[in-house]
């Protein structure tokens, strides 16, 4: 069971860090990946991080903003975020898959947690 947690209301310029923790699942065996969902918007790919934190990539809009990181000694994978802007207001989601994606647009991860609710005022 995956949980995002982290989430709430900053304003433009802000910043956030989203953390992601699982109970009967080591993380460590997975590639992991942050989504989110803006009101009215379909789910889009934010970022994906390999299996030990060597690798990363993120979607154009958050290049440079937002850095992803994970502890696999405290099973927790993290999203920090830097210079929010309003239409970073989503729904945030961590996802877990075993294979790291070759395109994080296509990609559909087997195992996805509850989101956490970031607001991003002007």
């Known amino acids: 069971q995956l949980q995002a947690s982290g989430g709430g209301l900053v304003q433009a310029g802000g910043s956030l860090r989203l953390s992601c923790g699982a109970s009967g699942r080591t993380l460590s065996s997975y590639v992991m990946g942050w989504f989110r969902q803006a009101p009215g918007k379909e789910r889009e790919f934010v970022a994906v991080i390999n299996w030990s934190g060597s690798s990363t990539s993120y979607t154009e809009s958050v290049k440079g903003r937002f850095t992803a990181s994970r502890d696999n000694v405290m099973n927790t994978v993290y999203l920090q975020m830097n210079s929010l802007k309003p239409e970073d207001t989503a729904v945030y989601y961590c996802?877990?898959?075993?294979?790291?994606?070759?395109?994080?647009?296509?990609?559909?991860?087997?195992?996805w947690g509850q989101g956490t609710l970031v607001t991003v005022s002007s």
């Open positions: 996802a877990a898959d075993r294979v790291y994606p070759l395109y994080g647009d296509n990609w559909s991860p087997d195992y």
